[in-house]
Nanobody
């Protein structure tokens, strides 16, 4: 079992930056892949970025490439999402997720553990 807790959301203006954190507990932190997903009002949940067990493998959805950076710190059992140059279309609830395997997956259905979510609101 893995327990996840997000933090770092908030209300910002377009062009600002935020860093989301996801603190993990339970299983050995380096044993599983993790990711960030988001859901905007009236829209389906979508992948934002995922990272493999070692941190060397990452994937970003096209809309955040060059602006967001996913990382993980094994010493702190924490995953991060650095979000720069935020846009109004980034407004959503952001969820941290982990799966029972070390390799990444692009589908939210392959992630077994989820945090409660943190709201990110970007105004124009």
């Amino acid at each position: 079992q893995v327990q996840l807790e997000e933090s770092g959301g908030g209300m910002v203006q377009a062009g600002d930056s935020l860093r989301l954190s996801c603190a993990a507990s339970g299983r050995t932190f380096g044993a599983y892949a993790m990711g960030w997903f988001r859901q905007a009002p009236g829209k389906e949940r979508e992948i934002v970025a995922v990272i493999g067990w070692s941190g060397r493998t990452t994937y970003y959805t096209d809309s955040v490439k060059g602006r967001f950076t996913i990382s993980r710190d094994s010493a702190k059992s924490t995953m991060y999402l650095q979000m720069n140059s935020l846009k109004p279309e980034d407004t959503a609830i952001y969820y941290c997720a982990a799966r029972d395997y070390s390799g990444i997956s692009y589908s939210g259905h392959d992630y077994h553990y989820w945090g409660q979510g943190t709201q990110v609101t970007v105004s124009s």
